[in-house]
């Protein structure tokens, strides 16, 4: 009788930190633990702490609108979403739990003569870069997404769209969960409400952090908190190239299923897909001032609604159940910044603007392949931070997120 009033859990609950680890991750979101989780899969290594200042997933993680794609324009970051989007297709598997990992497709409106040029343009790049990308004619839209105002009704009609098939939207709590279950399994310890105040070092070598519960020596620092990678990396001297800013996004009350298929506009700033309760997820571009504010602003809400609308008349009446702000890590070339940094066994992960999430798995497998060899894998060697040295950006602008 007791067994059926006894607590599952995913993971362990939290034990004491210990003194030493070989690897302390900075962040308890989808890199961080992903980062943990290869480690621990394709490297065996286990003395690895995971220390989140917050509950695990309460950053970008589990505030992104789920959105996972790899229609993006340079050779470098298409490479580099594929290969997500390739371990994100199996990951559901590999972690024995389900992801729900809806591979719908997704379609980037285009509402003016010179969007459908830019479009035809950037599937053309993307087909060379051997990413499944086209642009459709509203006949084929129409049959994808019967319920979008296809009319000439809307202020600006859509004219056509770049259909990426491959592109689509995932669970982002059941993400962390399943890999925070995974890592936990192989061993990892995960330390929530643990928040990193110092980062040691000695002769430019990393040799430990300070926490709020006590210092821990280490060999390998990795950080992994996005909104917070400023910050972070202060603590060890190193200066990223970064302006943090807010995304906001909504959901509405849940409605029955319409919609299976994302759908962005980029002249409207505005992306919308519904979650498996039937809620329509709706999104905006970035606020462009810096802010760590978390909470969100009536104008969003506002835009966002009429922009909807636009495009989908029959939720006039839907209420906003919720709305929330997510931090991003804007770089100026709109890529990562991934990999080494100027202090020896300390990596970041940082930069991710609004696309961190779609990038998890691949950060996950290629950054412990960084800290388990000592070499920078070819995935991510564009997108270390000595680019902003040599002069060698790997600007993404026009792919990286809703409204270029
Ligand atoms: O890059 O796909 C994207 C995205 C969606 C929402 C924000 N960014």
Known sequence: ?????????????????KRRYDVVIVGGGSHGLATAYYLVRNHGVKSVAVLEQSYIGSGAAGRN?????SNYRTPEGAA????????????????????LFSQQGHLTLAHSERAL??????????????IDSRLIGNAEISKLCPELDLSDRPTWPVLGALYHPPGGIIRHDAVVWGLARGADRGGVEIHPY???????QHAGRVTGVRTTRGDIECDTVVSATAGWSTLVCDLAGVRLPITTHILQACVTEPVKPFLDVVIVSSQMHVYISQ???????????????TTYRGTGTFPFLEASAAHVLELFPQL???????SWTGLCDLSPDYSPILGKTGVE???VSAGWGTYGFKAAPVVGETMAQLVATGRTPDLIAPFELERFHTDTLVSELAAAAVSH
């Open 1 to 17: 009788m007791r067994d059926l009033f006894r607590v599952r859990r995913m993971w362990r609950p939290p034990g004491e930190l």
């Open 65 to 69: 609108t789920t959105i996972i794609r």
């Open 80 to 99: 580099f979403y594929q290969r997500s989007v390739e371990l994100y297709e199996g990951l559901g598997a590999d972690l024995d739990f389900n992801l």
């Open 117 to 130: 040029v830019t479009m035809t343009e950037r599937a053309e790049v993307n087909q060379l870069l051997g």
């Open 194 to 200: 643990t928040k990193v105040t110092g980062i040691d």
């Open 275 to 289: 979650t498996d309760r039937g809620e329509f997820l709706i999104g905006a571009e970035i606020e462009p001032y």
């Open 316 to 322: 006039e009446r839907a209420r906003v159940l919720r």
């Open 345 to 347: 066994g300390f990596h």
